[in-house]
């Protein structure tokens, strides 16, 4: 047997950001008596387990440079959060490691005052998971409610899900996909493989060549699409940008796809007329 052969098999994974993922927290938080975890989150790890993804926590704990509190109160932290995890989900492990990054290049606390490549949103705590539990990347996902965690998840190469519900920061966002919480965005990554004849895709084709070139606009195509396939149901597998079209990929065939591209035309060209020129920014399919 080659050493190729005694290697593990590389597993798939789910990185998780820790507050306002997993639990209601928007600051700083290094005392375990005060976590809430919030709705939806046991149901959305089930899920998860259920197709045997891996489970990892990775957050920034910028308190510890900042002296509210010690590393050891984070690990407390961790312990007491996998203990109620374990009790919700109903299995005797949820989070296969919590890794987290305590320094901070504003830190008040000299021995954290530094940059550090774990700290989202650099990837070094998803690559050192990898490393540590044999993840293939490319077939794992990373999932958190800040812009730092998909950045983090892009940078190491995995599929990402910004979690908000606000419009403005979904359409600034780099993330591969964006959902209203945790168990929404556990629903996409679970979701089944769709057949290729199942699949249909569709472009839009700018009139002029310049009109795509609009950094505004074209986050805003993307922010309506995600929107139109969560108010249709339509899984949007896929949205390309080129230098002058859009092209849609969506489950269901191509019928399905010419149905969303109308309605997206429909919305930007909406957008456009009341922002940019009293003329449509579409020429033909």
């Not at 149901?43 to 993804?53: E, F, G, I, T, V």
């Amino acid at each position: 047997m080659s050493a190729a052969d005694r290697q593990p098999a590389l597993r798939p994974a789910v990185f998780l950001d820790r507050d306002g993922t997993l639990i209601d927290n928007d600051g700083d938080l290094g005392d375990p008596k005060q976590i809430q975890i919030l709705p939806g989150v046991a149901q959305a790890l089930q899920l998860l387990l259920k197709h045997d993804l891996l489970l990892f926590v990775v957050t920034n704990q910028g308190g510890v440079a900042r002296g509210k509190y010690s590393e050891d109160a984070v690990v407390q932290t961790h312990a007491r959060l996998e203990q109620m995890l374990c009790e919700q989900v109903g299995a005797p492990k949820v989070i296969s490691e919590y890794y987290y990054c305590p320094f901070h290049p504003q830190a008040t606390v000299e021995n954290y005052r530094r940059e550090h490549e774990w700290r989202k949103p650099a990837p070094g705590m998803l690559f050192a998971a990898a490393l540590a539990h044999a993840i293939d990347l490319e077939k794992s996902w990373m999932v958190g409610d800040q812009e730092r965690d998909v950045v983090a998840g892009a940078a190491a190469q995995c599929r990402t899900i910004l979690l908000s519900s606000d419009r403005e920061q979904a359409a600034a966002s780099v993330g591969d996909f964006v959902a209203k919480d945790l168990l929404h965005a556990a629903r996409r990554i679970t979701a089944p493989i769709i057949d290729a004849a199942a699949i249909g895709s569709v472009a839009l084709h700018a009139r002029r060549s310049d009109i795509l070139s609009d950094a505004v606009f074209k986050e805003t195509i993307k922010s309506m699409a995600h929107a139109l396939a969560q108010r249709t149901g339509i899984q949007l597998l896929q949205l390309d940008f080129h230098a002058s079209s859009v092209t849609a990929t969506v489950a269901g065939g191509e019928v399905i796809a010419l149905g969303f591209a109308t309605e997206l035309r429909r919305d930007t060209d909406r957008w456009w007329r009341s922002h940019r020129a009293p003329e449509s920014p579409w020429g033909s399919f």
